[in-house]
Each structure stands twice: as structure tokens, then as C-alpha cells.
């Protein structure tokens, strides 16, 4: 990063007005949980993987305590291709066999979740690596997906029931920035994994902390009221809004607005989607005044 006085003098005042104009956010989100959901394209790309690892490093450096969890659903899918394993999605969530759920273990915990860890402390030894599994942070139960009114099983795929953030907050209050993969063990099978959806998993463990907000990074600009019609593009809507648009979305934005959903409606202050894509878009959408992506509020 550039010193801000080996610059010219105007380039110089103009960070500093972008730093001044932070005020605001620095001041309201100051000692405040966020959770943040990180996946998409933002996990393939190098560029954008230390972008987002900067970004999660400022939060902690100024003050904010970030939590991050993540998915892997591209890297779980070039491995299962890798190993002849077919992958298969309905209703916008992967069917996951017995076979495939060691897999997914393997890529969440012991490929994503070291790397992400790594790329942050690039920046001072701050982050930590958990797992959903560890020391009951989720409590987890099989799911299934209702699709034309039939429902369809999905192998060992569940929804996070219980959280214990105990070892999260404990992590806060040393200074560290957890970072969570969306593994859980299965509450009515002991010693069983299950896949869980990261952005339920994340809106879940929002609820718990008390965060003010919880963003969930996505490959697309946000919510858009008739897709793929590019200007129909949502910025904001309350709880009631999304209700009423949610049986209407194309199936793999239903688990993710789900999410933001079940965030407001149990007490986090705002729940947002936005472009992965973008770089640094976490702190466009925690520092400006508009944001990116698409605001959810209860309402």
C-alpha cells in the first residue's frame, strides 16, 4: 500500500477526505459484530481472494470485529469432478452422497479455511481457523428441498438448529477474527457430518452474536426484482418486501435472500448481498453512505 505522503498533495487530501468521510461508520460499527459470508467468484480469483483478506484485516484494525464464514462451492466442485464423484444441485442446494460429504470436509476445512486464514494474517496475526464441528459451534439436521410441491432428498445436507457462539465470542475477546466453514455435525446421527448452507449458516450465527449486520458476498449486483431484466436491480427492501418476493426468485438466490431474511427477523440490525466480484465491496457497503449489492431492514 502506498504511504499516503509519498503521494502528491492532491492525491494525498483526496484519501484523506475518503478517510474523513468513513467517520460515520467508523463510529457506528466500532466494537460491533459483523458477520460476513464469503463465496462465489471472489474464492477463485487470487486478486480478489487478497482483496477481500485486506478488507477483513481493515475491519479488525479499525475497530469493527469481523466474522467471517465461508463455503467453497466451486472448489468442492472442481475436486468432486476431479474424483469422478457427479455433483448434483436441487432447489439451488448441492445433493450431497456419503461420498461426497468426506469431500466436502476435506475442501472446507483443510483447503479454504487454512488459505483464508493465511491470506488475512498477511496482514498481522489476527485471523483463526474454526469449523462448525468444533466444540458444538452448530448443531445440525438433514434437510430435504420441496420442488413443484414434491419433496427431494439432498443425502447428507442440513440446516444449522443449534449454535453455541461461546468459542466464537471468546476468539473476539482476544482480538482475533474467527474463520468458519460451513461443516456440521448431525445432531440425530453422532459422529456424521453435514453439509450446511453457508449463508444460513452464517445468517444463523449472526442471530446468535448479536451482530449489527450480515453480508453475504454473491456473483451477482444484488436482488433483482425481474431477472435477468439488469435494471430491475433492488437496493433496498424490508422483511415484509422479501417475503412476498421470495417463492418468485431464480432458485439459487432463494437460500442466500433466506438468509438475510432469518438474520432481520431475529434481531440483526440489516442483512446485505453484494458483489463478490468487486473489489474491496465489503467496505463499500460497511463505509458509504449507499453501499453495494441490496439492503434488507425487518420491517
Same mark, same amino acid.
Given at each position: 500500500? %502506498?504511504?499516503?505522503?509519498?503521494t502528491?498533495?492532491?492525491?494525498?487530501?483526496?484519501?484523506?477526505?475518503?478517510?474523513?468521510e468513513?467517520?460515520?461508520w467508523l463510529?457506528?460499527?466500532?466494537?460491533?459484530?459483523?458477520?460476513?459470508k464469503?463465496?462465489?467468484?471472489?474464492?477463485?480469483?487470487?486478486?480478489?481472494?487478497d482483496?477481500?483478506?485486506?478488507?477483513?484485516?481493515?475491519?479488525?484494525y479499525?475497530?469493527?470485529?469481523?466474522?467471517?464464514?465461508? &463455503?467453497?462451492?466451486?472448489?468442492?466442485?472442481?475436486?468432486?469432478?476431479?474424483?469422478a464423484?457427479p455433483?448434483?444441485?436441487?432447489?439451488?442446494?448441492r445433493? %450431497?452422497?456419503?461420498?461426497?460429504i %468426506?469431500?466436502?470436509?476435506?475442501?472446507?476445512?483443510?483447503?479454504?479455511?487454512?488459505?483464508?486464514?493465511?491470506k488475512?494474517?498477511? @496482514?498481522?496475526?489476527?485471523?483463526?481457523?474454526l469449523?462448525g464441528?468444533d466444540?458444538?459451534?452448530?448443531? &445440525?439436521?438433514?434437510?430435504?428441498?420441496?420442488i413443484?410441491?414434491?419433496e @427431494?432428498d439432498l443425502g447428507?445436507v442440513?440446516?444449522?438448529?443449534?449454535?453455541?457462539?461461546?468459542q466464537?465470542?471468546?476468539?473476539?475477546?482476544a482480538?482475533?477474527?474467527?474463520?468458519?466453514?460451513?461443516?456440521?455435525?448431525?445432531?440425530?446421527?453422532?459422529g456424521h457430518s453435514?453439509?450446511?448452507?453457508?449463508?444460513a449458516?452464517?445468517?444463523a450465527?449472526a442471530v446468535?452474536?448479536?451482530?449489527?449486520?450480515?453480508v453475504?458476498l454473491?456473483d451477482?449486483? &444484488?436482488?433483482?426484482a425481474?431477472w435477468?431484466?439488469?435494471d430491475?436491480?433492488?437496493? @433496498?427492501?424490508?422483511?415484509?418486501?422479501?417475503h412476498?418476493?421470495?417463492?418468485?426468485?431464480?432458485? &439459487?438466490?432463494?437460500p442466500?435472500?433466506?438468509?438475510?431474511l432469518?438474520?432481520v427477523?431475529?434481531?440483526?440490525?440489516?442483512?446485505?448481498?453484494?458483489?463478490?466480484?468487486?473489489?474491496?465491496?465489503?467496505?463499500?457497503?460497511?463505509?458509504?453512505?449507499?453501499?453495494?449489492?441490496?439492503?434488507?431492514?425487518?420491517?
Amino acid at each position: 500500500m %502506498t504511504d499516503i505522503q509519498d503521494t502528491d498533495p492532491a492525491e494525498a487530501s483526496n484519501k484523506a477526505v475518503t478517510m474523513i468521510e468513513s467517520l460515520p461508520w467508523l463510529r457506528r460499527y466500532s466494537d460491533q459484530i459483523i458477520v460476513i459470508k464469503y463465496g462465489g467468484n471472489a474464492m477463485v480469483s487470487e486478486e480478489l481472494q487478497d482483496a477481500f483478506a485486506a478488507d477483513i484485516a481493515y475491519l479488525r484494525y479499525v475497530g469493527v470485529k469481523p466474522v467471517v464464514v465461508h &463455503g467453497g462451492g466451486p472448489q468442492i466442485s472442481s475436486m468432486l469432478d476431479r474424483l469422478a464423484i457427479p455433483s448434483e444441485f436441487k432447489g439451488g442446494y448441492r445433493v %450431497t452422497s456419503t461420498e461426497a460429504i %468426506t469431500v466436502v470436509r476435506m475442501v472446507l476445512t483443510g483447503q479454504i479455511n487454512p488459505q483464508l486464514v493465511s491470506k488475512i494474517n498477511a @496482514h498481522g496475526p489476527v485471523a483463526t481457523g474454526l469449523s462448525g464441528e468444533d466444540a458444538g459451534l452448530f448443531g &445440525g439436521r438433514q434437510r430435504g428441498v420441496t420442488i413443484d410441491g414434491i419433496e @427431494h432428498d439432498l443425502g447428507r445436507v442440513g440446516d444449522v438448529v443449534e449454535v453455541d457462539p461461546q468459542q466464537v465470542l471468546d476468539q473476539l475477546a482476544a482480538g482475533r477474527i474467527p474463520v468458519i466453514s460451513s461443516i456440521a455435525p448431525d445432531l440425530d446421527h453422532p459422529g456424521h457430518s453435514l453439509n450446511v448452507n453457508a449463508d444460513a449458516a452464517a445468517s444463523a450465527l449472526a442471530v446468535a452474536l448479536g451482530a449489527v449486520k450480515l453480508v453475504v458476498l454473491t456473483d451477482v449486483a &444484488g436482488l433483482y426484482a425481474d431477472w435477468p431484466n439488469r435494471d430491475s436491480l433492488v437496493s @433496498h427492501l424490508t422483511s415484509s418486501e422479501l417475503h412476498a418476493l421470495l417463492p418468485s426468485l431464480e432458485s &439459487g438466490m432463494i437460500p442466500k435472500m433466506a438468509a438475510c431474511l432469518q438474520a432481520v427477523e431475529g434481531g440483526v440490525e440489516k442483512a446485505a448481498i453484494i458483489d463478490g466480484r468487486v473489489p474491496h465491496s465489503v467496505l463499500v457497503e460497511i463505509f458509504t453512505s449507499k453501499g453495494i449489492g441490496t439492503e434488507v431492514v425487518a420491517g
